[in-house]
């Protein structure tokens, strides 16, 4: 089994910051891209950001120049360092891995979501 936590939601007000936090636990082999995406009410879950095992980077335009995305692999945790949060960024905030178990394939993983409130 694999579980993703997330952690880090809350509410803030526009021009403000939040981090986001996501452990990946279990019997875990290794962990190649994990991300994270966003849903808003009436909307459909869209991308924000993705990092892949070596670093590499992937940012929504809506984002760009305000959140960045980093990892850890030895504690299989995963970030997003959100600053000049707007009312637009309200949303349930998903991480995502692509996760190969102990003996197993590659699968993908979803946390249960973090709200992310962005009002005054």
């Known amino acids: 089994q694999v579980q993703l936590v997330e952690s880090g939601g809350g509410l803030v007000q526009p021009g403000g910051s939040l981090r986001l936090s996501c452990a990946a636990s279990?019997?875990?082999?290794?962990?190649?891209?994990m991300g994270w995406y966003r849903q808003a009410p009436g909307k459909q879950r869209e991308l924000v950001a993705t990092?892949?095992?070596?670093?590499?980077?992937n940012f929504a335009d809506s984002v760009k120049g305000r959140f960045t995305i980093s990892r850890d692999n030895a504690k299989n945790t995963v970030y997003l360092q959100m600053n000049s949060l707007k009312p637009e960024d309200t949303a349930v905030y998903y991480c995502?891995?692509?996760?190969?178990?102990?003996?197993?394939?590659?699968?993908?993983?979803w946390g249960q979501g973090t709200q992310v409130t962005v009002s005054s």
């Open positions: 990092i892949t095992l070596g670093g590499s980077t």
């Open positions: 279990g019997s875990i082999f290794s962990i190649r891209t």
């Open positions: 995502n891995a692509n996760i190969r178990m102990f003996l197993g394939s590659w699968n993908d993983y």
